[in-house]
């Protein structure tokens, strides 16, 4: 079982920037695979980003390439989210999820992952 809390949410205008955190709690942090999720209002939750266990092979989503990047401390238990650019369109619920390593790369379907936060909201007015 892994606990996971997310923070740094918040509301923002187009073009600026913010860090999403994660931390985790309960196991060993590093036999997991973690992903970041996001869900807008009426839409799907769909993955954003992805980090393997050692942060060495990461994915980002065509929307946020480029502008996004994730990264963990497996020391901190922590995973990241550093968002610039921001654009109104990224306006959502950002979670996210671990699933223990069974295989790499890491998954990038929502039911593939164990374990949820309760989410933090991201607001990028324009």
């Known amino acids: 079982q892994v606990q996971l809390v997310e923070s740094g949410g918040g509301l923002v205008q187009a073009g600026e920037s913010l860090r999403l955190s994660c931390a985790a709690s309960?196991?060993?942090?590093?036999?997991?695979?973690m992903a970041w999720f996001r869900q807008a209002p009426g839409k799907e939750r769909e993955v954003v980003s992805t980090i393997n266990w050692n942060g060495v092979s990461t994915y980002y989503a065509d929307s946020v390439q480029g502008r996004f990047t994730v990264s963990r401390v497996n020391a901190k238990n922590t995973v990241y989210l550093q968002m610039n650019s921001l654009k109104p369109e990224d306006t959502a619920i950002y979670y996210c999820a671990a699933v223990p390593v069974r295989y790499s790369p890491p998954p990038r379907k929502v039911n593939e992952y164990d374990y949820w936060g309760q989410g933090t909201q991201v607001t990028v007015s324009s």
């Open positions: 309960g196991r060993t942090f590093s036999a997991y695979h």
